[in-house]
């Protein structure tokens, strides 16, 4: 009994609180603009309306929350049935002979990669990780590049592919840079704003320097944004090396150069940081800094502040009680049944079992009004399996 009620809890989490994949709803050309103007290659499932893995995924792999994040990061998603005209045009170019067929596009309409099959969630990541990797904007630019085209277009252009590929751009915009008389020149500050992607670098300091002059050619907002950017790098950086001291020095920057953004960042930024580290006490601390400034009404992050504090210390008692708090927070301040359904996993967790039926039922009062006929059949069971 105790397995099975694992089992659908877990369902439950992915079915009904999980963000999932955001799919694009425009036509394909549309969606290789999209791919064009933001960067990201295409993630095409290719499949029928009456093919069961296809439905499975539909239910739970593309509704899990990591799997969202991932893929709404990452890629532009589409989803395309091959049995509808636009299906059928897209499997002339596109081969598809079973159900699903899950392609990764690049925005000249390129196969990266392809898999025929369903997927759990850790297929769908891996899977995703590895068309990821094969995904390099600056291999036109690099060959040139390396054979000594210094040509200032070229090596704008290099800089910002290795940006959008996730590559370290600082050695070409340095390279470039010190090349320069005239840092202030149209040309060189748009460069400047580009190459400015680490706050813990020379090239931030020049973001910084000539920022009104930057601002008064692109914006200030464009300014600003790329700052948030730079200190967000450094922080990732900080995780990645476990380095407290770039974790200070990304957040005395962002107070520094973008108040109005920089206690949020400091929460979320330390949130980050001391998950990775498994510093529970500090973790705790920094989430609490993140539930004030969530405020009451913002029950979507209260939410998944308290979702991500179980799953990461469900074994703290602080931790539990803090993620209960929240919980129950974001559940009376909204009317979703997903907010009502986690505060009652959590419930259950926490062993208030009572507590959980009254949560549970509350949310099957709320997917009975929005008759969401799979919500109500799953904690109609969760239901009677709590109180079997």
Known sequence: M????????????????????DFFHGSWEEALELS?????????????????????MAATTFKDKKVGEFFNQNFINVKMDCEEPEGISFRR???????????????????IHSSVGGKDVNGILKLAE???????????????????????????????????????????????LRSQEDLTTPFNLRFILEAAVEADSRIFGLLIKYQKE????????????????????????????ESSDLLEEAIAKMKEHYPEKAKAFEADAKRKFYLAANDAKAYLDACDDCAKLAGDENADDLAKLAEEMMNSFSDNNKCKKLAEKYARQAAKTSSDYNHWLLYSRILLTNGKKDDAVEAAEKALELARLQEDKEAIHALETFIRHINS
Request: glycine content about 4%; some cysteine; charged content about 25%.
């Open 2 to 21: 105790k397995y099975f009620l694992v089992l659908l809890v877990t369902f439950l989490s992915h079915s009904l609180f999980a963000q999932g994949i």
């Open 93 to 111: 170019k596109y081969p598809v002979s079973a159900y699903p067929t899950l392609y990764f596009i690049d925005e000249k309409g390129e196969v």
């Open 36 to 56: 064009k103007k933001e960067g990201k290659p295409i993630f095409v499932d290719a499949y029928a309306k009456w093919c069961g893995p296809c439905k499975r």
């Open 214 to 241: 930057i601002a008064q050619l692109e914006g200030y907002q464009k300014v600003k944004d790329r700052i948030a950017l730079a200190c967000s790098n450094t922080v990732k950086k900080a995780i990645e090396f």
């Open 130 to 176: 590895f068309a990821l990797s094969q995904v390099d904007y600056s291999r036109e630019y690099a060959k040139e590049y390396e054979n000594g085209n210094r040509e200032p277009e070229l090596i704008y252009n290099y800089v910002k592919a290795l940006n959008r590929s996730n590559k370290s751009s600082l050695r070409v915009s340095n390279e470039y």
